[in-house]
């Protein structure tokens, strides 16, 4: 049973949107590529053609973006490197077979050594080993075009598509800003190991090819969060939230909201219609963030920008409607307190709205959730 296992399928289920969206990358961006190379306005003698490895590199560009083996430079110098290996060895040797495997391995060994291993750089290597003709007419010309120039073209095809779809390609670097800008790492990424330490447990696992370093500390840092969202125990929102809230109607004028927020102390203010249903929330980020583009927008100031903003008497005052954020995260009252861990971990929102059947009974703010784990902490 254990070997028929091991001969199932090892990729894990994914959605059915995701394996659209990595087929639709790949059909404009092999599309979009042979539209460039094949262009009835460019000389078929400067080699501008398309090669089967690049249905290969458009697998790994656009499923597995976050594959260490898809990264630009894997891609652009590997199959570069393997188009290199692979005329040099159609030059010199006349036997298909013993070309044929010679410029494969050479490949391995070579784009290895550049760290620039891309699997589709063997087939690159393998098809100018087979094709002798095509090495005689090009040369080493062939490494740049159309290999090298084509592969550039996927890449920049699969970055933008990345950015469209949410996804991050190049991968993510271990030394990215966190996204508050600064040096520091995400909360959650915070785990007092080294780049150089990451980087040997990848080694030591023989992951190097399959994860890059910032991934495994993702990876490690929701683990870690998993496990203690799991100790907090049988706590569910109901809990912990806080029920006497105060909320603010959608016509509300940022001046009231301004009020409201200096009057309670809050950093955030629910919006509702006037029998509690649930439209969204302001966040005292939004405030500012307003002015800032009103102060850019104008040409003006600051601290003249949020006066005006907040000015009950102007003509047409901006309400909660206008800048409220409604796509917030939301919970019931029997969410787990475990899952609001993730939420608030990164500093992406310091407040969720508890809503049972689209009426807000209650919010649970950073402050509780830090205090409901505090007193957990204590008792054990």
């Known amino acids: 049973m254990h070997i028929l296992r091991s001969l199932g399928p090892a990729v894990p289920r994914v959605s059915g949107i995701e394996a659209l969206r990595a087929g639709l990358g790949a059909l404009i961006g092999l599309g979009l590529t042979g539209l460039f190379l094949l262009s009835p306005n460019i000389d078929l003698a400067l080699g501008f053609y398309l090669v089967a490895p690049f249905g290969a590199s458009a697998v790994l560009l656009f499923a597995v973006p976050n594959s260490p083996l898809a990264q630009p430079w894997s891609a652009i110098v590997g199959n570069t490197v393997g188009a290199l290996v692979g005329v040099a060895v159609c030059l010199v040797v006349g036997d298909v077979v013993l070309r044929v495997a010679l410029a494969v391995g050479l490949a391995i060994t070579a784009t290895i050594l550049c760290r620039a291993l891309h699997p589709p750089a063997g087939a690159v290597a393998m098809t100018a080993a087979m094709s002798p003709?095509?090495?005689?007419?090009?040369?080493?010309?062939?490494?740049?075009?159309?290999?090298a120039i084509g592969t550039t073209a996927l890449v920049v095809l699969a970055t933008g598509y990345a950015r469209l779809t949410g996804r991050h390609y190049p991968f993510r670097q271990f030394d990215d800003p966190s996204k508050h800008r600064t040096e520091d790492r995400n909360p959650t990424e915070r785990l007092g190991l080294s780049e150089d330490e990451l980087t040997g447990i990848l080694e030591r696992y023989s992951?190097?090819?399959?994860l890059g370093v910032e991934d495994l500390a993702r990876l490690i840092g929701a683990a870690e969060l998993q496990a203690a969202a799991q100790s907090t125990g049988p706590l569910t929102a109901q809990d912990i939230m806080s029920r006497n809230l105060v909320t603010a109607l959608p016509d509300t004028t940022l001046g009231e909201i301004a009020d409201i927020f200096r009057k309670h102390r809050f950093t955030s203010l629910p919006i509702v219609e006037s029998d509690t249903k649930f439209l969204g929330v302001i966040f005292q980020i939004h405030l500012i963030s307003q002015a800032r583009e009103d102060a850019l927008r104008l040409h003006r100031g600051y601290l003249p920008a949020l006066r005006r903003l907040?000015?009950?008497?102007?003509?047409?005052?901006?309400?909660?409607?206008d800048i409220m954020s409604v796509a917030v995260p939301r919970v019931t009252t029997n969410t787990?307190?475990?899952?609001?861990?993730?939420?608030?971990?990164?500093?992406?929102?310091?407040?969720?709205?508890v809503v049972e059947y689209g009426k807000i009974v209650g919010i649970v703010t950073r402050t509780d959730l830090i205090a409901a784990l505090a007193r957990r902490a204590a008792r054990s």
């Open 336 to 353: 787990p307190i475990g899952a609001l861990l993730p939420m608030m971990a990164d500093g992406d929102t310091d407040a969720v709205p």
């Open 207 to 210: 992951q190097s090819f399959n």
């Open 310 to 321: 907040l000015d009950r008497d102007r003509e047409k005052p901006l309400t909660a409607s």
């Open 133 to 147: 003709d095509a090495v005689a007419q090009l040369g080493f010309w062939f490494a740049l075009a159309p290999i």
